[in-house]
């Protein structure tokens, strides 16, 4: 099984085009948390990360799908950045990215999903009809190594346009 993702991002979050994408007929974001758009379990964004974040905010809808089931994390979070976040979404199960398109009012093929996790937010990406976009990895000071390593290892799944 190889997993692809519609765009492979060498750098991370802030290194997406974001016009490129609404001339692609993107309308909606759906962002994966930890890692993507926040180091882990820190409730901190950088500034990089919001001034994308923002920008985004103003082209497309956009909201957060995250396995993390720390509520309490994720009501942080949610003040911190004032966003939409489906918490416990089990990414790659469809579900999230379906209830977040019914909110958006969008088709599928509109919705761009992104992640650094190919077995979980690409693959849910994908099955769900989206768009996928795999990002590079925030810089991770809490992470334990063996997730650090997980993460290398999901890579071997993706193989290159
Ligand atoms: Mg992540």
Redesign the pocket.
Same mark, same amino acid.
């Given at each position: 099984m190889f997993l692809k993702p519609d765009y492979l991002i060498a750098g991370d979050i802030t290194d997406i085009d974001l016009d490129l994408l609404e001339q692609a007929g993107i309308k909606g974001l759906i962002l994966?948390?930890?890692?993507?758009l926040i180091a882990p379990h820190s409730a901190f964004i950088s500034n990089q990360a919001l001034a994308w974040l923002n920008l985004a905010r103003k082209k497309f809808h956009v909201a957060v799908a995250s396995n993390n089931k720390n509520e309490v994390y994720l009501d942080k979070v949610r003040e911190l950045l004032n966003i939409r976040i489906v918490g416990k979404a089990k990414k790659p199960s469809r579900k999230a990215f379906h209830r977040l398109m019914e909110e958006f009012g969008l088709k599928a093929e509109q919705i761009a999903v992104i992640? =650094?996790?190919p077995l979980t =937010?690409i693959w849910g990406g994908r099955r769900a009809g989206m768009k996928t976009i795999l990002v590079g990895t925030l810089h991770t000071m809490n992470e334990p190594a063996w997730k650090t390593k997980m993460r290398l290892l999901e890579r071997v799944f993706i193989r290159p346009n």
């Open positions: 994966d948390l930890d890692s993507t992640g =650094d996790r =937010d």
